[in-house]
């Protein structure tokens, strides 16, 4: 307990949590939480284009992540997590918009 209280307290922790190393990321979780969130609406509210795009975004981005140094594994979660949530979205708008079509 001791020794976490020092680290906590470490010049490197608080640059840290000062940073946009940290201060990034932590934002850019709107994001995830907002597809997650989408997840139980309509899929008739989806946009194909913009779901494309954020599977992009996230995509590059995860590879930024692991590619900067020093790595930034905060973002890299970040991404992974809205990468599946935007793939989650991207099969419904297809499973609404074109397979159930081909079943009627």
Known sequence: MNRL???LRSKETRDYFMSTHFWGPV???AIPIAAISDIQRDPKFISG???FALCLYSAMFMRFA???QPRNMLLF???FVNEGAQ???G???IKYHYLSKMEQ
């Open 5 to 7: 209280m020092k680290v």
């Open 27 to 29: 934002a850019n979780w």
């Open 49 to 51: 284009k913009m779901t």
């Open 66 to 68: 692991i590619m900067v």
């Open 77 to 79: 979660a970040c991404h």
């Open 87 to 89: 793939l989650t979205q």
């Open 91 to 93: 099969c419904r708008f």
